[in-house]
């Protein structure tokens, strides 16, 4: 049996490893790629400001394409939804997972969730970093559901929680690639456990179900999108 649990250890420590040097070579090509789109942005500003200058400004109408169309001529800038419809359901080990449909459309405004923490849903085009980042401040719904598309688990607290709880668990997200932590107001439990599609509530962080929700559901089979990137999306 001990000779399992070893085994077992080893297998993921390995598969952590082989995350994080997937991550820094992601993270190299992202730089890279960064520097080449600020060139050709800074090019078609340039492009773009003669343009403008010539056009001139006689017509006195504003651009009705609003940021939050979506590519959809709505112009709507308000609250979207979600796209999710469903409920959860409790298993016997107090994980709570959605059973039915999660969307997963990108969109520029912000979205209105059934769930909070959300666990999946229409979210933006950027992802939170989650590469053992801990945030200090609330993050936007949007950006974290992005995150847990790539496989990640969210870790979230309320001011609630105890402060070495946040402690334990902040240095846990801090050592695992695919995770991310941060403060969230509005929740029902003072410390929560996010996946895309699963959701659990923790009494502390020496709860053994701490350890097995990142073992069931970081880069799980729940993943929309494995081993996608979870760096140089929103940086702190």
């Known amino acids: 049996m001990g000779s399992a ?11 952590i490893e082989e ?30 400001g003669v343009v403008l200058a010539d056009s001139g400004s006689g017509s006195g109408k504003k651009d009705t394409a609003a940021s939050g169309d979506n590519g ?20 016997k080990d107090g994980v709570r997972t959605w059973k039915g449909t999660l969307a997963r459309t990108h969109v520029t405004t912000p979205v209105s969730y059934p769930m909070q923490p959300p666990v999946g849903g229409n979210h933006n085009p950027v992802w939170a970093d989650c590469n053992g980042d801990v945030y200090t401040q ?20 309320t001011p609630k929680a105890a402060k070495a709880d946040i402690e334990t668990l902040s240095a846990k997200v801090k050592k695992t690639p695919y995770s991310l932590m941060s403060p969230y107001e509005n929740q029902a439990a003072p410390l929560m456990l996010s996946a895309w599609g699963h959701q659990v509530a923790v009494k502390s962080a020496s709860d053994p179900e701490v350890n097995k929700f990142f ?9 929309p999108e494995p081993g996608a990137s979870c760096t140089g999306g929103v940086m702190k």
């Open 215 to 223: 073992a069931d559901f970081v880069q799980g089979p729940q993943t």
């Open 5 to 15: 649990n070893n085994s077992n250890s080893a297998a993921r420590k390995a598969r």
């Open 138 to 157: 609330q993050l936007h719904d949007e950006n974290a559901v992005h995150s847990l598309e790539h496989g990640a688990v969210w870790v979230t607290y």
């Open 19 to 48: 995350m994080r040097r997937a991550e820094r070579s992601r993270a190299r090509r992202n730089r890279t790629l960064v520097i080449a789109a600020s060139v050709v942005v800074v090019a078609g500003l340039v492009v773009g």
């Open 72 to 91: 959809k001529g709505t112009g709507d800038v308000n609250s979207k939804s979600s796209g999710d419809s469903g409920h959860f359901t409790t298993g």
